[in-house]
């Protein structure tokens, strides 16, 4: 049973190019939380999404950045015009259909670097 | 102010030793975890206790949970440089809804 997986595992763009952000939950996991990390922090909240449903999105900025979780593929967060303040890492975690703030699944995340 | 802020932010230790983190709340919670995180890699839970429970055993690890002085603590025993990581706790708030809120994290240097 694979883990979370994240793709791509490293993401350079330049400042207002589009970045993509690829999760795919554990099997059988039908919940999808999206957090970022800068150096030395701990995870900010940024989305929870169910498929096709986003759930809870508090922690996304206003502009720039949507995410989504369709019925069949991966979930994809996406942000366009990328700024430098935007570098950081991002996790995907998931958990099964009755564990929603149980046991959190993460990738490996996403690290994006904006130059 | 920021929910779960875990003291101290960091520790260093000698292989053996026992390591102690603690982690402090703001508001009332449905369960509080800890998880790990190796360098460049994704969290990993380590430990689920629930409001109503204050004291949980995992292998080498120990957590508590003071509901009353809204804190929580995780131990590691006999510590051994493979623990070198940092440590979070996240909380289960029960007004925030669908998400975990963590903190910014204990690291924790185990010297061999």
Known sequence: NAGVMQNPRHLVRRRGQEARLRCSPMKGHSHVYWYRQLPEEGLKFMVYLQKENIIDESGMPKERFSAEFPKEGPSILRIQQVVRGDSAAYFCASSPPNGANEKLFFGSGTQLSVL | SQQGEEDPQALSIQEGENATMNCSYKTSINNLQWYR????????????????????????????????????????????????????????????????????????????
């Not at chain 2, 603590?73 to 996240?90: E, G, K, N, P, V």
């Open chain 2, 37 to 112: 995180q190796n360098s460049g890699r994704g969290l990993v839970h380590l430990i689920l206790i629930r409001s109503n429970e204050r004291e949980k055993h995992s292998g080498r690890l120990r957590v508590t949970l003071d509901t009353s002085k809204k804190s929580s603590s995780l131990l590691i025993t006999a510590s051994r440089a493979a623990d070198t990581a940092s440590y979070f706790c996240a909380t289960d708030l029960e007004a925030a809804g669908n998400k975990l809120t963590f903190g910014g994290g204990t690291r924790v240097l185990v010297k061999p």
